[in-house]
């Protein structure tokens, strides 16, 4: 437990940070799971668009590191260019 009125408030603040960063994943993990389940190009192409900047906005901010948004984005046009 800790014994500063610091780490008592870096405490209370890490806490807060790691709920907000949960709820960012799971909205990842939603997004990038509809994008894997479309059925259509067209369907999958639309999808690409939204997750593309919820992953550069998660690296922004830090949340998660720029090169897992740069090797997913990667993936996902990978995945658009294989679909016929």
Partial sequence: MANHKSAKKRIKTNEKARL????????????LRTFRE???KDE??????D????LDSLAGKGIIHKNRAARTKSRMYHKIAKMS
């Fill in 20 to 31: 907000r960063n949960r709820r960012y994943m799971i909205k990842l993990r939603t997004a």
């Fill in 38 to 40: 479309a059925s259509s």
């Fill in 44 to 49: 999958a192409q639309g999808l690409l668009n």
């Fill in 51 to 54: 997750n593309v900047a919820l």
